[in-house]
Every structure is written in C-alpha cells, then in structure tokens.
Nanobody, 125 residues
Framework: QVQLVESGGGLVQAGGSLRLSCAAS????????MGWFRQAPGKEREFVATISWIGGTTYSPGSTKGRFTISRDNAKNTVYLQMNSLKPEDTAVYYC??????????????????WGQGTQVTVSS
C-alpha cells in the first residue's frame, strides 16, 4: 500500500502561483510513476502531468502546458506541482496518484493504483 497526502492548495488571485506537494509513505517511492490530476466542479477528472520514477515528465497538451511543472524528490518521498500564471479555469480539486513504474508515461486514471484525498485550488478573477 502507498499512502498519499496532498497539501499546498488554497485561494489565489489570477496570475498568482501555488506549489502543491504530495507526500508518499508505505512502499518504495522511487518504484512508482507519479501523476497529478484535477477535477473541476461538474467536470470529469482530467490528467495534468506525470513524472516517471527516473524523472521523465509528460504534460497534458491543454491549457496547463507551459505554466505547470511537475517534479519529484525521491529522498523526501514527495512529488510537486508548481503552478504559475494561474487562471480561474484552473480552479479544481487536485489529486496526486501513484502507479507502478514503467517507461511509457501514465496519462490515464486506470493506470494508477493509489490516490490521495485531493487538495482544493481556487483561483479568483
């Protein structure tokens, strides 16, 4: 089992920045690909970014590309999502997820085995 706890969400004005953190415990963190997803009110959960166990990154081709950066610190068992130039449409609950390490990027929900409880990000206009 892997336990994931997100933090760092909150209320921010448009144009501002936030850094989300996801602390993992349980099994060996470096054995997992990690991902960030988000779910806005009334919408389905969507892929944001993923990072492999060796640090390779893949981002959604949507509006977040170029503004969000995913990173990981295996020594701290933590994955991060740096979010810059935030927009009101970025308002959502953000979830981190862990899936068994593989070379191919994991961009689908079903590829992940463990999920955090989510952290709310609200961007005001």
């Amino acid at each position: 089992q892997v336990q994931l706890v997100e933090s760092g969400g909150g209320l921010v004005q448009a144009g501002g920045s936030l850094r989300l953190s996801c602390a993992a415990s349980g099994r060996t963190f470096s054995n997992y690909n990690m991902g960030w997803f988000r779910q806005a009110p009334g919408k389905e959960r969507e892929f944001v970014a993923t990072i492999s166990w060796i640090g390779g990154t893949t981002y959604s081709p949507g509006s977040t590309k170029g503004r969000f950066t995913i990173s990981r610190d295996n020594a701290k068992n933590t994955v991060y999502l740096q979010m810059n130039s935030l927009k009101p449409e970025d308002t959502a609950v953000y979830y981190c997820a862990a899936g068994t390490a593989q070379v191919r990027p994991k961009t689908r929900e079903y590829e992940y085995d463990y999920w955090g409880q989510g952290t709310q990000v609200t961007v005001s206009s």
